[in-house]
């Protein structure tokens, strides 16, 4: 299969020390963080971030992640967050958040909801504008983006066009609700 000229695929990866810029290096591979703040970095119209698992003061309300979320929030992006009632509650977006509200969107999974032990979805995933899409191993917490050896792809193009397509088809099934 050739992949059209406007499409890209690149794997990214999140190694623990000692072996990080090495692996990186010899692999010619991207970091999880760096990929995921560059995405956030350049969105201008919507961010879809998909993780079971988020950690307080860490992954998205850290820096450098909460720092471009703050970014793309100032741009007037809509952000969609979809994890489970727990996770979600460890969340802090923006530094403003009253001024944020109607731009931060969060979801969980509806099995979650009815049954809070259960994840629903195990997902790990984040859309830029339907032009880029991350898919992976890491959740965005302290070790799943700097301890644990994870692994994923960047694709753009149709690829991403296809996560757009997967993730609101699940909203238009009611697989993931809103919770605010």
Same mark, same amino acid.
Request: a negative charge; glycine letters at 6%; one cysteine or more.
């Given at each position: 299969?050739? =992949?059209?000229?406007?499409?890209? #695929?690149?794997?990214?990866? @999140?190694?623990? !020390?000692?072996? %990080?810029?090495?692996?990186?290096?010899?692999?010619?591979?991207?970091?999880?963080?760096?990929?995921?703040?560059?995405?956030?970095?350049?969105?201008?119209?919507?961010?879809?971030?998909?993780?079971?698992?988020?950690?307080?003061?860490?992954?998205?309300?850290?820096?450098?992640?909460?720092?471009?979320?703050?970014?793309? =929030?100032?741009?007037?992006?809509? #952000?969609?967050?979809?994890? @489970?009632?727990? !996770?979600?509650? %460890?969340?802090?977006?923006?530094?403003?958040?009253?001024?944020?509200?109607?731009?931060?969107?969060?979801?969980?999974?509806?099995?979650?909801?009815?049954?809070?032990?259960?994840?629903?979805?195990?997902?790990?995933?984040?859309?830029?504008?339907?032009?880029?899409?991350?898919?992976?191993?890491?959740?965005?917490?302290?070790?799943?983006?700097?301890?644990?050896?994870?692994?994923?792809?960047?694709?753009?193009?149709?690829?991403?066009?296809?996560?757009?397509?997967?993730?609101?088809?699940?909203?238009?099934?009611?697989?993931?609700?809103?919770?605010?």
């Amino acid at each position: 299969m050739s =992949l059209e000229p406007q499409q890209l #695929i690149q794997l990214v990866i @999140t190694v623990p !020390a000692p072996y %990080t810029a090495d692996l990186a290096y010899m692999t010619r591979t991207r970091m999880t963080v760096g990929v995921l703040t560059v995405m956030i970095a350049d969105a201008q119209r919507e961010l879809v971030i998909a993780a079971p698992y988020l950690q307080r003061d860490e992954g998205l309300s850290r820096p450098p992640l909460s720092d471009a979320l703050d970014a793309a =929030l100032a741009r007037g992006v809509q #952000i969609h967050i979809a994890s @489970t009632a727990a !996770a979600l509650q %460890t969340l802090s977006v923006g530094t403003k958040p009253d001024d944020y509200s109607g731009q931060i969107h969060l979801y969980q999974p509806l099995t979650n909801r009815d049954d809070p032990t259960r994840l629903g979805s195990h997902a790990k995933f984040c859309l830029a504008d339907s032009e880029q899409a991350y898919i992976g191993s890491a959740n965005l917490t302290r070790p799943g983006l700097g301890e644990h050896l994870e692994l994923g792809v960047l694709v753009t193009g149709e690829r991403a066009q296809q996560v757009q397509r997967f993730w609101r088809y699940l909203l238009q099934i009611g697989f993931f609700v809103r919770v605010n």
